[in-house]
């Protein structure tokens, strides 16, 4: 596994070397104590002997093992089917706190779009809000959501899909940085 393991004095548990710490803190969002929990998070996933993981086992820890849309997330992550631990701070560079805005409302829109045709429909909202409620709403009541949404695009674009200007420009003011800043 080269010179990204090392071992500690007392055995066996792997440990993040001084100088790779310092290179992926150099080449990503993360700070140095971000990256030694997401290092930790990493080791327990079972990497093989290449020292890689399946890039959907990426989101099996803390939030975002729960998250609901965290098949969506996946399908959108960056990053070959398999991942080392460089590929795996790619791949959630976009949650860290130091990502601009924009990266992470592109990101937004990436999730919310569930046909992939660059445009947010009505059954785009639609399946993103009831994946993200589950069984609190019904499906009248989504729909009423879904109306409201796109009532709201209505002030800025034609009101039959969102495009990303004005999922932007609907997010500017918003959290959308924090909703997509998790605890790590």
Known sequence: MGGLWSQEAEGSEEVLTRDKLEEYNMATMFDEQQISKLWKEFCSMGADEEGTIEKR???????????????????????????????????????????????????????????????????????????????????????????????????????????YDAFNKMTLDGDIHRKFTPPI
Not at 131 to 149: H, W
């Open 57 to 163: 086992r990426a989101l099996d820890f803390g939030v975002m093992n729960v998250h609901p849309l965290k098949e969506r997330i996946l399908g959108v992550l960056e990053g070959p089917a398999r991942l080392d631990f460089t590929g795996f701070l790619k791949a959630l560079s976009i949650f860290a706190e130091s990502t601009p805005k924009d990266d992470k409302a592109h990101f937004a829109f990436r999730l919310w779009d569930a046909d992939h045709d660059g445009l947010l429909s009505r059954d785009d909202l639609a399946s993103t809000i009831s994946i993200i409620v589950g069984s609190s709403l019904t499906a009248s009541q989504v729909e009423n959501v879904v109306d409201a949404v796109l009532r709201e695009n209505s002030l800025y674009e034609d009101c039959a899909a969102i495009d």
